[in-house]
């Protein structure tokens, strides 16, 4: 595997599910991201981590919550949704916190909340 | 915070012709400006970016420029092919932060 991996690639869940997507890096990087890509809205950062501590939460509701158990892997835990949760998850990483290095985007998760 | 605006949301052009995509942005601290092409099914990929002590960067077929003054900037795609049809990101942010901004994006449509 090379680049950055997500798992699943389509997720269709009720509101009253447990679910979690995985994100795994090959590239060495030290920073992981999690966007929310919704149709005619820009890319919404989610969570930052670096050096697998969280160093940005922007805002986002409880029923997501992150896990960032090493540099390699980021998981999205997904707990009582909305339909408007409904998007397309992209992870990405980075080589590490000084910012102004390329972000490598994962191919995302495309979750569908019934 | 920092704001992205990106003009046009579509954009179809004449195989051959070129196609421009322009940003603006609101905070002047930001000095790194990537441009991404997202491909259908696929997550976005860097495909050019430029930083703020330069006006110009080119790579074959695709030029940035930045103004800072103005705080906007542009990708240029010159000799258009269909295999560049996609949308296209912009993005900002500040060197010491590792938080990009994007545009709304760019759907660009190249006709045979």
């Known amino acids: 595997e090379t680049g950055v991996t997500q798992t699943p690639r389509h997720l269709v869940m009720g509101m009253t599910n447990k679910k979690s997507l995985k994100c795994e890096q090959h590239l060495g990087h030290n920073a992981m991201y999690w966007y929310k890509q919704s149709a005619k809205k820009p890319l919404e950062l989610m969570f930052v981590y670096n050096f697998k501590e969280q160093t940005e939460n922007n805002s986002v509701p409880s029923r997501f919550s992150p896990e960032c158990p090493n540099s390699s892997h980021l998981f999205l835990h997904l707990h009582t949704l909305q339909p408007e949760d409904s998007a397309l998850y992209l992870c990405?990483?980075?080589?590490?916190?000084?910012?102004?290095?390329?972000?490598?985007f994962g191919p995302g998760t495309r979750l569908t909340v019934l | 915070g920092e704001n992205v605006e990106q003009h046009p949301s579509t954009l179809s052009v004449q195989e051959g012709d070129s196609a421009v995509i322009k940003c603006t942005y609101s905070d002047s601290a930001s000095n790194y400006f990537p441009w991404y092409k997202q491909e259908l099914g696929k997550g976005p990929q860097l495909i050019i970016d430029?930083?703020?002590?330069?006006g110009e960067k080119k790579d074959q077929r695709i030029a940035v420029t930045l103004n800072k003054t103005a705080k906007h900037f542009s990708l240029h795609i010159t000799e258009t092919q269909p295999e560049d049809s996609a949308v296209y990101f912009c993005?900002?942010?500040?060197?010491?932060?590792?938080?990009?901004?994007f545009g709304t994006g760019t759907r660009l449509t190249i006709i045979p």
């Open positions: 993005a900002a942010s500040d060197f010491g932060n590792e938080k990009l901004t």
């Open positions: 990405a990483s980075s080589p590490g916190l000084a910012g102004g290095h390329e972000q490598f």
């Open positions: 430029i930083r703020s002590n330069v």
